[in-house]
DNA sequence: TATCATAGAACGAACGTTCGTTCTAGCGGA
DNA sequence: TCCGCTAGAACGAACGTTCGTTCTATGATA
């Protein structure tokens, strides 16, 4: 016996899936309704009748993705001991994602979507931002790492990984992240470790 | 006495400043060119007789912010005797930049002007970005820094600046990018040297 | 089982708007 | 007079969206 209506939603996965490929490639504003339609596979009128417009699909996108971050950053930083093993985690994580979801990752992470989601608050001002700042003030406490500003701390651990992320995703970097993960890490737990 | 024809660019120099504040709030195709002639006080026509078209008063500015980093690179890296102080001296010019010229740094290190500027490579191929490589392999060679793979070293030394920037001139950060130099270069120093 | 009724998913041509760009007329200093 | 420059109306293309219609699956009725 089938689940209830498993395929209800076919169609609109369909057409996030295909907006995640074609606004990661040539952006929001580089991707018409018609890119859309052709390369999901889905009418301009079934379109319509999942989303209401193009910015909610863009909205769509943007808050699963957010979401699914938000749940991976608050699960390392609850059940990992220390500090340095959530930020590895997470770190790894990250990398992992780099390989095996690029298009997810330039979405998040490169997109200036104030351009696009006006009333959406900038990334870093959202909920794994948020924690990650609220775990580095309790590591601190703790010392387990050095005592600095807590916006210096988040930076110095995630601002080199982040940028050796966009290097890949953009196609710069031609080996996969997870082989520099090492070298990467020993720098950042050099930098904040007490 | 004057420069010859100090003026005769007067109204390009209005665009191109129009623009850069235009692009930075609101995006290259948020912006209208109905919007770059209200902004500079330039008529439709006027316009056009300066830039060909839109794309290139965005070429336009890009190439001449790229050009002044790349000089403001070439110049610390060359006349600064170790890496540490080149680094130093341009993480302090990235920061002051950061407070004095926003715009400036906000459409060059936070657009993705592949949407835009397709024939342009990312800024991470850039000159700049090259200088960097290279003299880090120097002062690897030299002992200065610990060996590494010279894309995590350069990561790891600009990474977490360039973030602090995004967040400064998104707004996020509250106080001068300049009170955490200090705290901010003692990381990447711990990080890095040998 | 056969027939009809209904809901809503799918369709794509057509619409109105906005955009970047072109065009033509005219201004003003040399 | 000439010419660099300015002006802004007009143009055509492309866009997001709408809407009247068709298709399809399901349920009700007899």
Redesign the interface.
Known sequence: MKDIDPYQNEPRQEILDATLRLFSA?????TSMQDIRKESGVSIGAIYHYFKNKEEIATALYDALLEQMSERTNHYLTTEKTFEAACQALIKYFFAMAEETPHALQFLL???H??FLPHKN?I??AKPFELLIEAGKRAMAAGEVRQ??P??LA??V???????I??RV?G??EFPLTD?FE??W???W???SA
């Open positions: 040539k952006g929001y504003f580089g490169y997109a200036r104030r351009e900038p870093c001002t600095m500003h916006v210096v930076t110095t995630f601002g080199s990984p982040m940028r050796l966009l290097l953009d710069i970097m520099f070298e990467s020993g720098c950042i050099r930098a904040v």
